[in-house]
């Protein structure tokens, strides 16, 4: 018989816990146990989480993030930001649309966010953009999550000002730690911020 666990690991009342490493220690002792014992491998572990919280772990030799299958999801093209504008009304006209996908790049729960925010009447996108970066806007809670996961990890810090500023980050390691946090990509040898929205906010949020 087969059994599944099914862990959806991305409430930050689990990230932000004192045992949050032996958490992620226990799970990836139970995956490990799966190559030696018999029993164990009748369980799969299926973990689901919105970014890979491998800056909150303090020895990743221990994070289960990063073995066994990996699907990682794309953010939206323009064509499907278009498309989920039109099931929400078209409550975006076809520039402000344009220049939601320039701030967001595509972002899947931020494009959500906003186009809920405008649909539901509880902005117009004008207020929308002009309150983008503002602690009290329609990213505030969002952002100021990262902010706080970023407070007190200096190199983490100095590399999104790097990246920020100079389009690169010479410690892959650190690079590697932003990417699966979700706050950067890179294409070819150029590294950016996930999207605009993320490199206004920490230009002005972080102190390096």
Same mark, same amino acid.
């Given at each position: 018989?087969?059994?599944?666990?099914?862990?959806?690991?991305?409430?930050?009342?689990v990230? @932000?816990?004192?045992?949050?490493?032996?958490?992620f220690?226990?799970? +990836?002792?139970?995956h490990?146990?799966?190559?030696?014992?018999?029993?164990?491998?009748?369980?799969?572990?299926?973990?689901?989480?919105?970014?890979?919280p491998?800056?909150l772990? @303090?020895?990743l030799?221990?994070?289960?993030?990063?073995? !066994?299958?990996?699907?990682?999801?794309?953010?939206?093209?323009?064509?499907?930001?278009?498309?989920?504008?039109?099931?929400?009304?078209?409550?975006?006209?076809?520039?402000?649309e344009?220049?939601?996908?320039?701030?967001?790049?595509?972002h899947p729960?931020?494009?959500?966010?906003?186009?809920?925010?405008?649909a539901?009447?509880?902005?117009?996108?004008?207020?929308l953009?002009?309150?983008?970066?503002?602690?009290?806007?329609?990213? !505030?809670?969002?952002?100021r999550?990262?902010?706080?996961?970023?407070?007190?990890?200096q190199?983490?810090?100095?590399?999104?000002?790097?990246?920020?500023?100079?389009?690169?980050?010479?410690n892959e390691?650190?690079?590697?730690?932003?990417?699966?946090?979700?706050?950067? +990509? +890179?294409?070819?040898?150029?590294?950016?911020p996930?999207c605009?929205?993320?490199?206004?906010?920490?230009?002005?949020?972080?102190?390096?």
């Open positions: 018989m087969l059994f599944w666990l099914f862990c959806q690991c991305v409430s930050p009342r990230f @932000d816990t004192d045992f949050r490493s032996d958490f220690g226990m799970l +990836r002792s139970w490990n146990s799966r190559a030696t014992t018999p029993i164990w491998k009748q369980l799969d572990l299926a973990l689901v989480t919105s970014t890979e491998n800056q772990i @303090d020895n030799n221990q994070s289960p993030f990063n073995v !066994g299958l990996v699907i990682d999801l794309e953010d939206f093209t323009a064509a499907q930001v278009a498309d989920l504008n039109r099931r929400h009304g078209s409550t975006f006209n076809a520039s402000e344009k220049q939601l996908m320039a701030l967001l790049g595509g729960y931020l494009v959500r966010l906003a186009l809920y925010s405008v539901s009447d509880r902005l117009h996108p004008t207020e953009f002009a309150n983008a970066i503002a602690d009290n806007g329609p990213f !505030g809670n969002h952002l999550n990262h902010l706080f996961r970023l407070h007190n990890k190199e983490l810090v100095q590399g999104i000002f790097q990246i920020i500023r100079q389009n690169t980050c010479e390691r650190i690079f590697f730690r932003l990417r699966g946090a979700g706050l950067v +990509r +890179r294409e070819g040898r150029v590294v950016f996930r605009q929205l993320y490199a206004d906010y920490f230009r002005e949020h972080l102190r390096g």
